[in-house]
């Protein structure tokens, strides 16, 4: 497979950036699962890996780590938490934009919510996934919408509804750098495809990766985004496009330095989950 150029978008910005067949990237936005039915994947799977910790964050999504702390991708945000249907407050001034060994900044950060949910803390992987490493991703998007191609590739739309959504794919590449932060990627594949093959799309950043090491479940990536072919169509997830994952095995050290920290005994500030 050829090595061709492909970009990041975010925020209107344009870096450049190479992985083997991808050309254009964008943020990560909904989860196209292959298998998808429109009520398929949204309660969690029956090896569950951390469902109950996936919440929205601003409508997007994010992870809630334990003892107070959420993790969703720095162009996402600090924002209004919902977590099983109660919405928490962020702590302002409680953000941290993780870095990078060179002092950069990665499109990951954690922060503080007002309150504690009643959820397990999460454990990070120690390393990072290696290729062919089955993972289950998270994320909060809109459902898969009608078959598609363009010039010659096969895929589907992105559909218009959201909802939580979980998927599968393997890693492809790992050690990749791209929009400043550490990542691995999966591709989104037709031929070889996991059971349930999933494409990041809009809604998804922020959400997490999970992979399982000596059969338990560790919190490996972080959905930021996506690698699609130059002059794709918008809103479309087709077969060779790539998801990509910040590595937290890249950032572990700096994550549970934060989030040891005690919480801080303030009352609980949720309310029920209501339109906005």
């Known amino acids: 497979m050829a090595t061709v150029a492909f970009a990041i978008r975010a925020s209107g910005l ?5 992985l083997a067949g991808a050309t254009v990237a964008a943020p990560a936005y909904a989860l196209v699962v292959v298998s998808d039915r429109g009520s398929e994947n949204l309660t969690a799977p029956n090896d569950d890996p951390g469902w109950a910790n996936v919440g929205t964050v601003s409508g997007l999504t994010g992870t809630y780590l334990g003892n107070g702390w959420m993790l969703t991708a720095s162009h996402v945000g600090a924002g209004p938490v919902v977590l099983g249907g109660r919405t ?41 996934p290696k290729t062919g490493t089955p993972v289950v991703l998270i994320g909060h998007g809109g459902n898969r919408g009608a078959p598609t191609s363009w010039s010659g590739h096969e895929g589907f739309a992105w559909g218009t509804a959201s909802a939580l959504r979980w998927g599968t794919n393997t890693v492809f590449k790992n050690a990749v750098r791209a929009n400043s932060t550490e990542a691995f990627a999966t591709e989104f594949r037709k031929d070889g495809a996991t059971p349930h093959e999933a494409q990041a799309a809009v809604g998804d950043s922020g959400g997490p990766v999970f992979v399982k090491v000596r ?62």
């Open 14 to 18: 344009l870096a450049l950036a190479t």
């Open 215 to 276: 059969g338990k479940w560790r919190l490996a990536g972080v959905l930021y985004g996506v690698a699609t072919f130059e002059k794709q169509p918008s809103e479309t997830a087709l077969y060779g496009n790539f998801t990509l994952i910040a590595d937290l095995a890249r950032y572990r050290t700096q994550i549970e330095k934060l989030t040891a920290k005690p919480m801080q005994r303030s009352p609980v500030k949720s309310k029920e989950d209501r339109p906005r």
């Open 88 to 128: 928490f407050s962020a702590v302002q001034g409680s953000t941290v934009q993780l870095r990078n060994q060179d002092g950069s900044l990665a499109d990951v950060i954690v922060f503080r919510i007002q309150g504690a949910p009643h959820l397990p803390r999460l454990r990070i992987a120690t390393a990072t």
